[in-house]
């Protein structure tokens, strides 16, 4: 799958467009393909290191915004 990654906190130039290995479903779990997102003032928040709880975000490789 194709996915805008943020790779550190910082600028836009950390997300990086790349693809990704599509996650595995269980068997109480479905799988959307996702066409377009949108970015909200949070998402800018996180992308900059300056969201709460950002430190618990950090642990999840890749971050995917949106």
């Known amino acids: 799958?194709?996915?805008t990654?943020?790779?550190n906190f910082g600028s836009t130039d950390n997300l990086v467009y790349?693809?990704?290995?599509?996650?595995l479903?269980?068997?109480?779990?479905v799988l959307?393909?996702?066409k377009v997102i949108s970015i909200n003032p949070?998402?800018?928040k996180v992308r900059s290191g300056q969201a709460p709880l950002?430190?618990?975000?950090?642990h999840h490789d890749?971050?995917?915004l949106g």
Request: negative net charge.
């Open 62 to 64: 890749p971050l995917i």
């Open 32 to 34: 959307i393909n996702v």
């Open 54 to 58: 950002v430190e618990d975000l950090a």
């Open 5 to 7: 990654v943020l790779e």
């Open 25 to 29: 479903v269980k068997a109480n779990e």
């Open 18 to 23: 790349k693809n990704l290995e599509k996650p």
């Open 1 to 3: 799958m194709k996915a």
């Open 42 to 44: 949070v998402d800018v």
